[in-house]
C-alpha cells in the first residue's frame, strides 16, 4: 500500500501509516513467519532446537537470547529474517513448551530498545514445529 507523506505539527515529513491498522493483516504476519521459521530455514532452525533441548525446564530466555546463541536465520538470498525468530517462539508457545512470564527491553543496538517478551521453558519437548 502506497501513502503520501504527511506533515506533522513540528514540521517534518514522514510516512506514519495511519490507516495500516488491521488485525486480520496482523494475524496473517505472524502466520507467515511462523511458516517461515518452519519451513523454510532448515539449519537455523536445527541449532535453534539443539539449543532449546540444552535448557533446563525453568529456563528464561528472550528472543535475544536465542539470537545470540545461534544468529539471525537468513532467506537464502542472505538477508536476515526477523520473523522466523519471532515464528520459531510462537510456534512453542502454541504447543505449551514455552510460557510468556514477563517483559523487557532489547539490548540488540537494531531492536532500538523494543520490548521483549521473557519465555520460561515449562516442558521437555519432542517437537517438529
Known amino acids: 500500500m502506497k501513502m503520501d507523506p504527511i506533515v506533522t505539527p513540528q514540521g517534518t515529513q514522514q510516512n506514519l ?5 488491521d488485525k486480520d493483516m496482523s494475524k496473517a504476519e505472524k502466520e507467515r513467519g511462523t511458516t517461515l ?8 532452525k536445527k541449532k535453534a532446537w539443539d539449543w532449546l533441548d540444552k535448557l533446563p525446564v525453568g529456563s528464561e530466555f528472550t528472543a535475544d ?19 522466523g525468530v519471532g515464528g ?8 505449551g513448551a514455552v510460557r510468556c512470564v514477563g517483559y523487557t527491553n532489547s539490548d540488540r543496538v537494531t531492536n532500538h ?14 517437537l517438529e514445529l
Open 17 to 21: 501509516f495511519l490507516s495500516v491498522f
Open 65 to 83: 537470547d536465542l539470537v545470540s546463541a545461534v544468529g539471525l536465520p537468513t532467506h537464502e538470498d542472505g538477508r536476515p529474517n526477523n520473523n
Open 113 to 126: 530498545a523494543r520490548v521483549l517478551r521473557i519465555w520460561r521453558k515449562v516442558s521437555y519437548f519432542d
Open 37 to 44: 521459521a518452519a519451513n523454510a530455514l532448515v539449519e537455523w
Open 88 to 95: 520459531f517462539i510462537s510456534g512453542l508457545a502454541k504447543v
